[in-house]
């Protein structure tokens, strides 16, 4: 007993030696300045009482998190406290942390680690905006989160940080109150105050929790501004102009900018519950419709992205694809400058349900126009032009197939002819009034509001009669 004794008593001696010998070595180095060892992240979390919570959780979510932790950064981790574990677990109805499914706990935690060192003066000078965390979001994207510094530093809007700025050797610990969980699309909305017109507009319409669902969805978020502004002019339904906002799949800033110039449908329907397209266009920045620019991109949630755009973008007429498209700008010439005289624009900008709406054009592109050579007068044009126009029919490509032969009659008076398969690259062939066969229907389906436009790769004449 007097042995063990003598040695308890001489062990912090001991160990006090070894400290003293390690300073020792580091005045050697330094020019006897002691140099205190900084602990990681890891580390300062094991050594802060009210962080208990988050390394057992660390350690129940999967072992490897806390080697990335241990790693050598930067980090800048947001460490919830233990009321805010206690929180977490209590409103989801979870007994403790064994009871969380580990995949799930994983994300959460990863979605308070972020692969920077951001300060809180930092985040400050930043003032609001968005990062990304190591959790995982739509299409394997990494998770966005929100911060805001006007009242405090904020998080998503659901956690605030107590403690600023504990520093680590290989990161930064920001001590917050709440466990950010992860955000859906409609969380993102809800969370940032720019949105806070379009949140509102969600739930007024009843389409919370359409978006709250597996998705993936691409929602392209009018900011507050954008709302402010839109007078809705065709009177159109507001739930149908926000689906309008809605894609399918989650489709990143990068992804539309490989795509080119393209359409694609939204979640909104036109005549006979046809999608509506959306045209977007890559030439300077991302741009959709010609009338709706993307100002923030690629704010990743579980269940989708939000690119918030800067003008609300209204169920498309005609008269919007054909403005928007580059590829109709000679088409827009010969219907506004060549023919001042007749008002295309007034007409083909009618709303579905109002005669002569719903229209199936088929529209030649600019290549057909070149083909032509010299546009002819304004009122023999004119008549060209409306032998490219069927009133009070959206005719789809599914119903050109079911009427393969048919000859429907234009605006002019005249019919032509659709003939299927179309030869070569051609979709279907068309006979025009003027008995011309060598036309093709070279793309289908740009569904607006009040119609449905198919391309053409020559201009169709009527007959000289």
Do not use: W
Request: charged share 10%.
């Amino acid at each position: 007993m007097k042995i063990i004794s003598k040695t308890i008593k001489f062990l912090p001696l001991f160990l006090m030696a070894l400290a003293i010998t390690s300073c020792s070595d580091d005045d050697d180095n330094n020019g006897g300045a002691v140099v205190p060892v900084q602990l990681n992240i890891v580390d300062t979390a094991i050594a802060t009482a009210d962080l208990s919570s988050l390394v057992a959780a660390l350690q129940a979510a999967d072992g490897n998190l806390v080697n990335v932790l241990n790693g050598s950064g930067p980090f800048t981790v947001l460490a919830p406290t233990n009321l805010a574990f206690e929180t977490f677990l209590s409103d989801n109805g979870f007994a403790n942390l064994e009871a969380v499914p580990t995949d799930v706990l994983s994300q959460v935690l990863l979605n308070h680690v972020i692969s920077a060192d951001l300060s809180s003066t930092d985040l400050t000078g930043l003032g609001a905006g968005y990062t990304r965390t190591n959790a995982t979001g739509a299409g394997g994207n990494t998770m966005s989160i929100y911060f805001n510094t006007s009242n405090g530093v904020r998080f998503n809007d659901v956690s605030s940080v107590s403690t600023a700025d504990v520093s680590a050797s290989n990161g930064t610990v920001h001590i917050v109150d709440a466990v950010i969980g992860l955000p859906s699309i409609v969380d993102h909305a809800v969370n940032n105050s720019n949105f806070s017109a379009l949140a509102g507009a969600l739930t007024s319409e009843d389409l919370v929790t359409t978006l709250q669902g597996d998705g993936p969805f691409t929602v392209l978020a009018p900011i507050n501004d954008a709302f402010s502004d839109f007078t809705n002019p065709d009177s159109n339904a507001l739930s149908n102009i926000l689906l309008n906002h809605v894609l399918v799949g989650a489709i990143t800033s990068t992804d539309l900018v490989g795509l080119g110039n393209i359409y694609t449908n939204s979640l909104a329907v036109g005549p006979n519950d046809n999608a509506i397209s959306l045209y977007s266009n890559t030439d300077n920045g991302v741009r959709f419709n010609g009338v709706s620019s993307v100002a923030i991109a690629d704010v990743i949630g579980t269940n989708g992205i939000i690119h918030a755009v800067d003008t609300v973008i209204d169920i498309p007429s005609i008269v919007t694809f054909a403005t928007a498209d580059p590829n109709f700008s000679t088409l827009v010439t010969a219907l506004t400058t060549l023919t001042p005289d007749t008002d295309f624009v007034a007409t083909l900008s009618t709303v579905n349900g109002t005669s002569p709406a719903p229209f199936t054009v088929f529209a030649p592109n600019n290549a057909a126009f070149d083909d032509l050579g010299t546009p002819p007068a304004a009122d023999v044009l004119t008549q060209v032009l409306l032998h490219h126009v069927l009133g009070n029919a959206n005719v789809t490509s599914t119903n050109l197939v079911a009427s393969n032969g048919a000859a429907p009659t234009m605006l002019n008076g005249q019919a032509i002819t659709i003939s299927l398969p179309g030869t070569g690259d051609n979709i279907a062939d068309v006979t025009d009034g003027a008995g011309n066969t060598d036309i093709g229907i070279i793309a289908v389906d740009v569904q607006a509001g009040n119609g449905v436009i198919h391309v053409l790769n020559k201009v169709m004449l009527p007959s000289a009669d």
